[in-house]
């Protein structure tokens, strides 16, 4: 005799006033975390997105979570701008938008990055969630600004990308961004037919 098979529940989507706290909290965690580092509470963090703790703990039940949610929506976040970008502008404006994407993307990082480091657990999945996401970006953009013209045949996503993480990691001046964002009009100057 078969056991009857339990009644699988559909998983009902998020009321709009959770999903606006969830968001609220890694907004506001990301900012904490860049601030005070790896040692910012939770509770400083629930007092500055204005919710309880248990607000908090019923999204993200320990610091991990709500570290590795920021990291995933981040890269979730850049990864989606491709082809949103592509719908606005010609290829090789879409890259060169994504491509400052991209370093805003990575000096945001570096801020949180010693958060990150703290993690408990072994992080090889969710860096690879997050490469995925990326690498797919610039490979998208590259093929379409190859396709329409724009740029050299020869042109590799690994290439734009290993530039990228360059230019980011120039150093932590002031001006980091706008030297990046020239250094990219450089980039695909030369990249150009």
Known sequence: MTK??????????????AERNRLR????AKAA???????????EIARRAEVGIGTLYRHFPTRD???EAIYRQEAEQLGAAAAALLEKKQPVDAL??????FVDYVATKKLVLPALNALTGDTSELRAYSSAHIRGAAELLVKRAIKHGDIRRDAQAMDLLYALFGFANIDNQPDLVPRAHR????LIAGLSK
Do not use: C, H, N, Y
Not at 96 to 101: G, K, Q
């Open 25 to 28: 909290l890694m907004e506001v």
């Open 33 to 43: 975390f860049a601030e005070q580092g790896a040692d910012v509470s939770l509770d």
């Open 96 to 101: 060169r938008a994504w491509m400052r994407l």
């Open 65 to 67: 979570t709500i570290l």
């Open 183 to 186: 250094l990219i009009d450089i």
């Open 4 to 17: 009857p098979e339990k009644a699988v529940k559909p998983t009902r989507k998020p009321r709009a006033d």
